[in-house]
């Protein structure tokens, strides 16, 4: 089957352009396209496709994208299945246009073993209509106290490793971990953070958390943890990506080893690049994420890292957490947010202020992170997959966050009024989600 895509306005992140023109699809993937097309059928017959053996789709000037690949998604299987499954997050990811999950391995028990890992990838394939691309945790248990049979995960299907939010406090262990991986080629993800001073944290230091009474983490713990991780990879040589930059003290270090050489890439989360600490007033809880919001100087600082490319990836830390964790005092109710769905219309807050173009925006979200990962999707190229997201960037609405699709609600931007939403989502040239 082929399908024609036609009266589109095209994102192409990597050619950095915003044009109307077709998109040609054969058997999964991109099979042509053509900017400026007076006559998109022309495309069909260039690949000599009968008009009757093709499906037009009529975008009608909306914007025809590649599909979201978002590195770091927590789902809760195994062990807390009621906060999220393969099949509730599968579904929000279609609905928010993200075509590749790359899952988290912070599950009860940890992915670190390669059943484990077979058993969450037996799982999404039955239950996810979208790509599900596993991590694996780096050290066992994420204790931080031994590795994982790296090698046998990878064997396995694991695409990164990662101990999430729980920072190795012990060097020598985190450097034998990097050499190993780069024994292997493994990408290892890391959370800059220095551990003890980040401890507890609930919010960022300064004026307002003080005026609150919220335990506090300068901004410099994230600094002091990323200039510990730099330090091991001069060491080491490993492929090596930061999950979260979210502070200005971080990106000099970062920019240094860049120019340096070293394999390092960055990611940002969507809550860090369009909330500050401010939201958190009023104690709610829904705005508690790890690390916490950061004031609205280092917001404006890591918005700009994306546009120059200095971070690379925009990610949804998509963390489903239940009503019970979340409706407590704010120190002790459990951090994140969900975002599979919010991910999209989110980050198009930064396109209307004028902050991010929209090739930009998927340059972070669809292609670098594909790239990242060795993957040939992430772009708008002949040959590529065929997975896309149709989206209107300007329709108005106001998020219900009882709406979503996740198990979990936890969201931010609950009530808040948002300005732009999915269309549909196609997963290898087919539809996976179709906005009613």
């Known amino acids: 089957m082929s399908t024609l895509f036609t009266n589109a306005r095209l994102i192409d992140p990597e050619a950095g352009t915003d044009a109307p023109g077709a998109v040609l699809v054969q058997n999964g993937r991109i099979a042509a396209i053509e900017t400026n097309a007076a006559d998109p059928a022309r495309l069909l017959r260039a690949h000599k496709v009968k008009p009757e053996d093709a499906t037009e789709v009529d975008c009608g000037g909306k914007c025809l994208a590649p599909g979201i690949v978002d590195i770091g998604v927590k789902v809760c299987e195994p062990g807390e299945r009621h906060k999220e499954s393969y099949k509730s997050a599968g579904l929000a990811a279609a609905a928010g246009g993200v075509t590749t999950i790359v899952t988290r391995p912070d599950t009860t028990p940890a992915i670190d073993s390669p059943e484990t890992l077979e058993f969450v990838t037996r799982r999404a394939q039955a239950d996810t209509p979208v790509n599900v691309l596993p991590m694996a ?7 931080g106290r031994e590795m994982t049979e790296i090698g046998f995960l990878m064997d396995a299907g694991a695409v990164a490793f990662s101990d999430c939010d729980h920072v190795a406090g012990n060097t020598k262990v985190f450097q034998r971990a990097l050499t190993y991986a780069r024994s292997c080629g493994a990408l290892v993800i890391a959370h800059p953070q220095e551990p003890v001073l980040s401890a507890g944290a609930a919010a960022t230091s300064g004026k307002f958390a003080a005026l609150y009474g919220l335990p506090a983490v300068s901004p410099m713990a994230e600094r002091m943890g990323l200039d510990r991780d730099i330090a091991l990879l001069e060491m080491t040589g490993a492929r090596y990506h930061a999950d979260q930059i979210t502070t200005a003290r971080a990106l000099p270090a970062l920019e240094r080893a860049k120019t340096n050489g070293l394999d390092i ?28 919001l950061r004031s609205e100087d280092d917001r404006l600082a890591v918005v700009e890292a994306v546009r120059t490319g200095l971070i690379d990836i925009i990610s949804s830390m998509h963390t489903p957490q239940d009503e019970e964790s979340k409706r407590l005092p704010f120190e002790e109710a459990a951090a ?16 209307h202020a004028e902050l991010l173009d929209l090739p930009t925006l998927f340059r972070a979200m669809s292609l670098n992170p594909a790239k990242r990962l060795g993957l040939d999707s992430g772009r708008l190229a002949e040959g590529a997959p065929a ?3 149709l989206f209107d960037p300007d329709v108005p609405f106001v998020l219900d966050r009882f709406k979503l699709r996740s198990k ?29």
């Open 336 to 351: 994140g947010a969900v975002a599979l769905e919010t991910l999209l219309p989110a980050a198009l807050r930064l396109y």
């Open 265 to 292: 890439t960055a990611g940002t989360s969507i809550h860090h690049l369009t909330l500050n600490e401010l939201d958190v007033a009023g104690y709610r809880s829904f705005f508690k994420v790890k690390p916490p």
């Open 408 to 436: 979990s609600q936890n969201t931010p931007f609950d009530t808040q009024r948002m300005q732009g939403r999915v269309e549909a989502t196609y997963v290898a040239g087919e539809p996976v989600y179709r906005r009613d």
């Open 387 to 389: 997975d896309l997201v």
């Open 137 to 143: 945790a780096l050290t066992k248990g994420r204790e």
